[in-house]
């Protein structure tokens, strides 16, 4: 009974946030899933186990984002730091896209989100590549919300190997050197068709970056919490989102 009325409670105070959300919805959010691992400690599991719960919560995340509007959603799944990782939880890591997908991508199908990825693809393992490409190809033709999953990325791989293939367009002489730009780096980057995250949640308690969307965030609003990734619920992606609004974003003016 006391499950019944706590649930019932959460539901009516997630109506009422609801309703004093207001249209000006961020249209990236991007969000660094940290806490996994300390989650789990806390309760005496293995590491594992608070990954296993942290792909849970990507479901009512996604869920609630595509509700409000939303149009991209990056998540930062993997880094390319992480195979720094015990080899074990690595290679669990590489499990979670074929679990995550295997599951919601015929849900992800019907609310016509699409599912799109960055970073170094080539290195995952071979089951892991089938599963996201499949999701790619199946929700290519989707127009809703775009969930972009951040595997195997590192924003400092990505700034640089634009700037290769950039230097290898001058060498060619298909660039000059005056010709390169912010606009040029850009359409070089792994986000080239996508805007800006205007607000960026970081949940654990860690304010850092940790390698993450370096370009990309210039001018993003940052939102900390404490929580731990798997206890991350809707009712804190509209708190983020109701701070969001409170701010005033100059970009540097006045």
Do not use: C
Not at 179 to 193: A, F, G, K, V
């Amino acid at each position: 009974m006391l499950e019944k009325l706590t649930k019932w409670k959460q539901s009516r105070e997630l109506d009422a946030k609801e309703e004093k959300i207001g249209s000006n919805i961020p249209k990236h959010i991007a969000i660094i899933m940290d806490g996994n691992g300390r989650w789990a400690k806390n309760r005496g599991l293995p590491r594992i186990a608070g990954h296993r719960e942290g792909m849970k919560v990507i479901n009512k995340v996604v869920r609630k984002a595509n509700e409000l509007g939303v149009e991209v959603l990056t998540l930062y799944a993997f880094s390319t730091e992480n195979w720094k990782r015990p080899k074990t939880e690595v290679d669990f890591l590489m499990k979670l896209p074929e679990r995550f997908l295997g599951t919601e991508l015929p849900q992800l199908i019907k609310e016509n989100v699409k599912v799109r990825l960055m970073g170094s693809i080539e290195d995952l393992p071979e089951h892991t590549k089938r599963a996201v490409n499949k999701a790619v190809e199946q929700t290519s033709n989707n127009t809703g919300l775009i969930l972009n999953f951040a595997l195997n990325y590192g924003s400092r791989y990505e700034i640089v190997h634009a700037v290769k293939r950039i230097s290898e367009q001058v060498e060619q002489g298909m660039i000059k050197s005056n010709e390169i730009s912010e606009q040029l780096i850009n359409d070089y980057l792994m986000t080239t068709e996508l805007r800006d995250p205007d607000l960026l949640i970081r949940t654990s308690g860690e304010i850092r970056l940790s390698n993450f969307m370096l370009w990309q965030v210039a001018y993003s609003e940052f939102w900390f919490t404490d929580v731990l990734w798997p206890d991350f619920s809707e009712h804190h992606l509209l708190e983020a989102i109701f701070v969001y609004q409170k701010r005033a974003r100059r970009y540097g003016g006045v």
